[in-house]
């Protein structure tokens, strides 16, 4: 009678530790959360402060996002950008339509 007892309670317990993920690992997040998006806002601002470009980029999907808790928090993610036609030096550039080659 206790082998039907404590099998399922340490099936529970394995069961609940396995998916809670690794420890220190990443996890998911949501896209949409308030701390992704200040992550990312910085993330595409210092790529356009980087890259030898005139124009701006901005993205346009979120590939992955994925966080881990440490001492601090880690985001990892992968973003699609595209080419706006706002030169850099355009103070309006939070509305800037994507630059489309012509065909």
């Known amino acids: ?5 404590v099998f399922p309670l340490l099936f529970a317990a394995l069961f609940a530790v396995g998916s809670c993920g690794i420890p220190g690992g990443f996890s998911y997040i949501d896209p949409n959360s308030p701390n992704f998006r200040k992550a990312m806002n910085f993330a595409v601002s210092d ?8 124009y701006y980029h901005k993205a346009t999907a979120v590939l992955k996002a994925k966080s ?21 030096n355009d103070p309006s550039a939070n509305y800037c339509p994507l630059f489309y080659p012509q065909q």
């Open 1 to 5: 009678m206790t082998t039907t007892i």
């Open 68 to 88: 881990q808790v440490v001492a601090g928090q880690n985001i990892f993610m992968s973003l699609e950008l595209a080419r706006t036609r706002c030169m850099k």
């Open 47 to 54: 790529y356009n402060m980087h890259i030898d470009d005139v």
